[in-house]
């Protein structure tokens, strides 16, 4: 049924298992729609306004959650996030991290538009590897060189409420 299971940088098989999204928020938006009169459809309709498709594993899930989600439902109010944002990178980028693109886990622009930050989830379990730990911090510089701005946040920055606080701030002030 599509599932496969995530390896960490050793070969080894971790808890993660991954597959193909079973549906597209343009299905589910389509499913609220028919279902217009159904009980409980307008709650369906208010939550699909929170979906934003793309991540790639469950810690960018969280953070994204954590980043957009309104207030009053425990999260930040940040619009605009885009998940695994590809950039073709430029020559000099490419020689910096030998390959000819990068995607950022999760980009962040302002409401105007004007400014952006990626977002770049650290996770140990995929990335707790010196040769990947190498790759990820020339593909970061890459990214730097063409200009953007890049944020990394490992799951206890997440989890932390202090430490989230600071990192939301250092967030705020990139995108002013």
Same mark, same amino acid.
């Given at each position: 049924?599509?599932?496969?299971?995530?390896?960490? +940088?050793?070969?080894?098989?971790? *808890?993660?298992?991954?597959?193909?999204? #079973? $549906?597209?928020?343009? &299905?589910?938006?389509?499913? =609220?729609?028919?279902?217009?009169?159904?009980?409980?459809?307008?709650?369906?309709?208010?939550?699909?306004?929170?979906?934003?498709?793309?991540?790639?594993?469950?810690?960018?899930?969280?953070?994204?959650?954590?980043?957009?989600?309104?207030?009053?439902?425990?999260?930040?109010?940040?619009?605009?996030?885009?998940?695994?944002?590809?950039?073709?990178?430029?020559?000099?980028? +490419?020689?910096?991290?030998?390959? *000819?693109?990068?995607?950022?886990?999760? #980009? $962040?622009?302002?409401? &105007?538009?004007?400014?952006? =930050?990626?977002?770049?989830?650290?996770?140990?379990?995929?990335?707790?590897?010196?040769?990947?730990?190498?790759?990820?911090?020339?593909?970061?510089?890459?990214?730097?060189?063409?200009?953007?701005?890049?944020?990394?946040?490992?799951?206890?920055?997440?989890?932390?409420?202090?430490?989230?606080?600071?990192?939301?701030?250092?967030?705020?002030?990139?995108?002013?």
């Amino acid at each position: 049924d599509g599932w496969k299971p995530v390896f960490d +940088q050793a070969g080894k098989l971790t *808890n993660l298992w991954k597959r193909p999204p #079973l $549906v597209t928020s343009e &299905e589910l938006h389509a499913l =609220a729609n028919h279902m217009k009169a159904a009980k409980g459809c307008r709650a369906f309709a208010e939550a699909l306004r929170y979906v934003n498709e793309g991540a790639a594993s469950p810690f960018e899930v969280q953070t994204g959650m954590r980043i957009s989600l309104p207030r009053r439902m425990g999260g930040e109010g940040v619009d605009g996030l885009t998940f695994n944002y590809p950039v073709r990178l430029s020559r000099d980028a +490419q020689r910096i991290s030998e390959q *000819n693109m990068a995607y950022i886990d999760v #980009l $962040v622009r302002n409401a &105007e538009g004007t400014h952006q =930050a990626g977002i770049e989830c650290q996770s140990a379990l995929v990335q707790d590897n010196t040769r990947r730990g190498i790759a990820d911090g020339n593909r970061i510089t890459a990214l730097q060189s063409m200009g953007y701005t890049m944020l990394q946040l490992s799951y206890d920055n997440l989890v932390n409420p202090g430490s989230f606080a600071s990192f939301m701030g250092y967030l705020h002030r990139v995108l002013r």
